[in-house]
């Protein structure tokens, strides 16, 4: 179990990375007034799962580390 909440911590992780680039990279910026303002026209939906999935491995982990 250790090692599959040590999986999950990875892939989250990793998937929260890539995911954020891809969100970050959707997005636009317009001058109004002076001031640079962002538009994003991403889906967040894959970045808040990834972030899910790392902190259930984290929990994983600590769980399985408190049995002990």
Not at 2 to 7: L, P
């Amino acid at each position: 179990m250790k090692t599959f909440g040590f999986i999950l911590i990875f892939l989250g992780i990793a998937g929260a990375v890539y995911f954020g680039i891809q969100a970050f990279n959707n997005s636009e910026t317009f001058s109004a007034l002076g001031v640079d303002v962002a538009v994003s026209k991403a889906d967040w939906t894959p970045v808040i799962v990834s972030a899910a999935l790392g902190v259930l491995g984290l929990i994983v982990v600590l769980i399985k580390a408190k049995k002990r």
